[in-house]
């Protein structure tokens, strides 16, 4: 979902959605070359998300079986995808609606939040695979002053992890901007997230992560997640974050 | 919470933390100058938010009153701010307790993250007061080109609020950091948040924010807090975030 | 909302929901005398949900204004019965829409139980003033007995009832069928519920319940509402309940 | 969890809760037979919830495997109960530190109502299979009754249930003790629940309920529950729960 994957995306997609949108409030004009003007939904309700490929070789992780992957790719992860985009064509449609109570708009933007959180964190978990576990540069470093030692913060991530096993959830790894602090944050579901936080490292604790290899035994997953991380794309969105 | 009044915060309630808190993981060696050596919590766990004040004559708003601001600022701010440096003190001892089941200390990770919401939204909130409503700048033209025409962007801001009257939450407007792009977002309670978004605009919903002035009136609320924006604050937030 | 008062609003408010929902597979076929057959929406989405009016007289509480009581039943409580009924409309029409994703249909059952825990938890909020505050019968012999003695109980209904200040929720001490015990339940909001728990006194900490005459002051408010409470009412409950 | 294995099993686990709590305000008195009184928790703290047994042959489901049933009913269901014991411990020793803060009890009386709804809503759930899936009875009629026919209401429920696919909950069909209608309802976790409601037919929607069967083909997973229903035991709940 970079920026020119997204604009390519849009290309394709928006007839469909914009069938979907009545004209109205949250539809911007389109130049067009002659007849009546085209609409489309403006751009935030444009629904133009693009798939974003797996950048690692499913078959090669060490304990993550690659049915899992892929299912979680291709099912859970573009599940979302598709809804969000519904979704926003649902919003634009539903703002032309003068008379639509704001409770019923309020269960859409509900949803919104939902996939926009499952969209991203799923792009983001997804990018930190295909490394050997082992954590080192600056991020390894501020860890260790953020929580006293690499093993405190350790311990802290995986008991955040685990206290949302058996049900759904992350536990987040972020920077957060406006304290300028590093923290674990705990996330019941898609829709939680901490405020100004930039996540720097996700871990998926829906069951839907790991059932199919480790059933219930979610340590186990946990320990073969850390063991697949390459710790560069953490400390590269890290060096990011906390540099602005 | 800027980083020069936080530490100095820190200097002042560490003790009291200190004591709180076992040693252990989660609690950092403090150079000393002889004797024993001292420990105190981690930074992640230190707990030394201190109080913001306000940057705006809460006598001069238009229709929301000194009393009510002053009871939203010292009582629901600053007790979400205390709860979040007792929670964090509650952390470090907690991460001490090797047998603590995970559940239990999801609890307290939930909180971490409600208060944490809680007192980022309420400052970022009460830094917006004391302007005269007229949006303008590049983020009103952000918004133009994002939702189609600025009444657009603000009705369905207004629709997002509306949603959560009488009962709690946050309609925040957001420049997304990873999808490059502004929407309003949806929040149930402080404990939601949109991934990767920060935050320029945000409005309570919660019924103290006027419940005083306004009963359940909400709509009319929401006029006397757009009717109060300084939107240069807005606009800077804008500026600050998109630019990386 | 008892059985005759609904059936009562049924009649007047059936034509408003047959012209939201269209005809199909959630419409049941009504009898008519003649010509094409009328459908109004089967039972489950009938919407006629009737005010339940106050019980006693709101001038003549100890700490709770009548305009904060009168507020609160009408705007509050009516307003959740209003969108009650419009939701179960928006279900009726929503189910004659065979590709409609369940997601969206999601935002509305989601409404649904938010508004169905509002309206039927308000009722029971009424009907329990206008008493001395004193408890009684065998509720408070089964109170005692639950929880060691009524002043055990009490504090911990008042903590777990503390521990939403600020927000919104709900403490209720409920008889639990299925277990066959009494506890006090935390809910967050009007969609939290004790499974197979029936509600003997609830208590509402959602901020509209007594920031106009309290503020911040949510122990203050709790004091008035223990004082108000006709323990009869909550004993007639317990009879009932732990009866079958 | 009947109220025989349930006094039994308070004998067995009573020691173990009254070692983690304190002697204070939600303790109870027990008489003894000389020396120093003992004290053990109040029972709405006692924590003694025993494990039911799987009332069906797990061999025998068709489409849902022995490996996933046992999984479910040994790690989820029994992790629940366990945890379920264990916050009621917890709880009685934090109201015996009267300094304890509310937001923090409200922590664990979160998990001790999440538990609580897991584990009765996993006792329905195993209680519902061994039958042929064919709907009859009364409850037959009254589906018939409350929603048009009993295919509206099983689409209803099915698509209640798609809607929480990906993540986690329960479709719950109840009998609304209150409103005396029957009633599918949306439940997001183990927190949701129709206050009055008494669970009919309980529908997990957690993943770990067919991840390990069907991967995220979760609709498949609906066909195969509904396959195995034992419709007498859902028409046993109705009459039991609306002849009140």
Same mark, same amino acid.
């Given at each position: ?33 002659? =007849?009546? @003007?085209?609409?489309?939904p403006? @751009?935030?309700?444009?629904?133009? &998300?693009?798939?974003? @490929? ?17 299912? &979680? /790719? ?8 598709? +809804?969000l985009?519904?979704? %926003? =064509? ?6 032309s ?10 269960g859409?933007?509900?949803? %919104?939040?939902?996939?926009?959180g499952?969209?991203?964190? &799923? %792009? ?10 082992? +954590? ?14 690499? %093993? ?10 685990? +206290? ?10 972020? /920077? ?6 590093? &923290?674990?944050? /705990? +996330?019941?579901?898609?829709?939680? =997230? ?19 290899d ?31």
């Amino acid at each position: 979902m970079n920026d020119i994957s997204r604009r390519n995306a849009m290309g394709s997609i928006a007839l469909g959605v914009a069938a979907a949108a009545a004209p109205g409030a949250a539809v911007a004009a389109t130049p067009t070359t002659g =007849g009546s @003007p085209m609409t489309s939904p403006a @751009p935030a309700f444009a629904g133009g &998300h693009a798939v974003k @490929p797996l950048g690692f070789d499913p078959t090669k992780l060490t304990g993550l079986s690659e049915k899992l992957i892929r299912s &979680h /790719w291709e099912n859970n992860y573009q599940g979302s995808l598709k +809804a969000l985009n519904m979704i %926003e =064509g649902r919003l634009a449609a539903a703002m032309s609606d003068k008379d639509l109570p704001p409770v019923v708009y309020g269960g859409l933007k509900r949803e %919104e939040l939902h996939r926009t959180g499952s969209v991203i964190l &799923h %792009e983001l978990y997804f990018e930190q695979f295909g490394g050997n576990g082992q +954590a080192a540069g600056s991020i390894r470093d501020a860890l260790v002053a953020s929580h006293g030692s690499f %093993e405190a913060w350790e311990a802290e991530f995986r008991r955040t992890a685990m +206290a949302l096993a058996g049900g759904s959830g992350w536990a987040i790894l972020a /920077w957060n901007q406006y304290t300028r602090s590093l &923290h674990n944050y /705990w +996330a019941w579901d898609h829709t939680n =997230g901490p405020v100004t936080g930039v996540p720097l490292l996700v871990l998926d604790m829906y069951e839907h992560a790991f059932h199919m290899d480790y059933g219930t035994a979610a340590a186990k997953y946990v320990d073969a997640f850390m063991h697949n991380l390459d710790w560069a794309v953490v400390d590269a969105r890290y060096r990011s974050a906390s540099r602005t």
